[in-house]
């Protein structure tokens, strides 16, 4: 299917491990995130920062268990493992607060 498991009018964007890519459906592109009206540089930035917080979900705490193929595939290594954790750990700090 063209869609997958997406329907085009969904507003929200994603990322999909098993193929490794983001998919952002045209239900998307409509107020507040985007109009036609709106300068082109406020379009870009939306569309982008959409963009961008999908792409990192290949590199979060469940997306780094998969490879470029989408296939399950540890592809850190224990030390970047290890990095990852403790980069990450300055999050776990802040929302323990609230």
């Known amino acids: 299917q063209r869609w997958g498991s997406m329907d085009p009018t969904q ?4 990322y999909a491990r098993q193929v490794n890519g983001v998919f ?3 239900g998307l592109l ?7 009206s709106y300068p082109a ?7 982008g920062a959409v963009l961008g917080h999908e792409f990192t979900h290949g590199f979060d705490d469940v ?10 595939h540890n592809w850190w290594t224990p030390n970047d493992v290890i990095a990852f954790k ?7 700090d802040e929302y323990e607060t609230f």
């Open 11 to 14: 507003v929200d964007g994603s």
């Open 86 to 92: 403790q980069r990450t750990q300055c999050i776990v």
């Open 41 to 47: 540089a406020r379009n870009y930035g939306a569309v």
């Open 63 to 72: 997306g780094r268990r998969y490879d470029m193929k989408g296939k399950l």
């Open 30 to 36: 409509q107020k507040p995130l985007f109009d036609s």
């Open 24 to 26: 952002v459906p045209a």
